[in-house]
């Protein structure tokens, strides 16, 4: 089993609509979690981070964590075109990111 | 411009070669770490490093592979006699700090090396 899963998609949304990326881990005691952005060719960007249990909401990102579960979800409402890109899902492992394969998001206008 | 700076954004080295790739992190900022991105796969972790040393490389391939990151200066992936499977993006990320609840990493533009 992988440390961190994610489904590789490819995940077609229609433009305006909800997008919804999970990500599964397998360290219970796992405390931090990540979600970073990578469009084609570019570097990881950070756009979300959360450490505790519920949703944090940051514009039109929302992080959930659900610990119990060991289960980590980005929702994206009123999705553009420009965020068409693959999310990575990542969990820190004392000082380092353990990244999943990530989840390639098309949004379709 | 404030970010994590690494340099050459592309390299070219022919099989045996050795191939250095740098990395400045942002300001403030004195923690290191590079992950490597090979073709269609995940970001894989190689090593972490503070000023002068080298605190978690269990990431790093036991041979040919080597990293630094002196009191002056950036810090400095180093690959000697590189071979085509070392083809890869190489990206350098930067904390604030070690541990505890805030540890976001950001990361570099990468450096795309090529092996022919």
Known sequence: QKEVEQNSGPLSVP?????????????????????????SGKSPELIMFIYSN???????????LNKASQYVSLLIRDSQPSDSATYLCAVRRAQKLVFGQGTRLTINP | NAGVMQNPRHLVRRRGQEARLRC????GHSHVYWYRQLPEEGLKFMVYLQKENIIDESGM???????????????????QQVVRGD?????????????????EQFFGPGTRLTVL
């Not at chain 1, 999970?22 to 979600?35: I, K, L, P």
């Not at chain 2, 400045?24 to 300001?27: D, L």
């Open chain 2, 24 to 27: 400045s992190p942002m300001k």
């Open chain 1, 15 to 39: 433009e305006g609509a909800i997008a919804s990326l999970n990500c599964t881990y397998s360290d219970r005691g796992s405390q931090s979690f990540f979600w970073y952005r990578q469009y």
């Open chain 2, 87 to 103: 083809s890869a993006a190489y990206f350098c990320a930067s904390s604030p700090r070690e541990g505890g609840t805030y540890n």
């Open chain 2, 61 to 79: 391939p036991k041979e040919r592979f080597s990293a630094e990151f002196p009191k002056e200066g950036p810090s400095i992936l180093r690959i």
């Open chain 1, 54 to 64: 519920g949703d944090k909401e940051d514009g039109r990102f929302t992080a959930q």
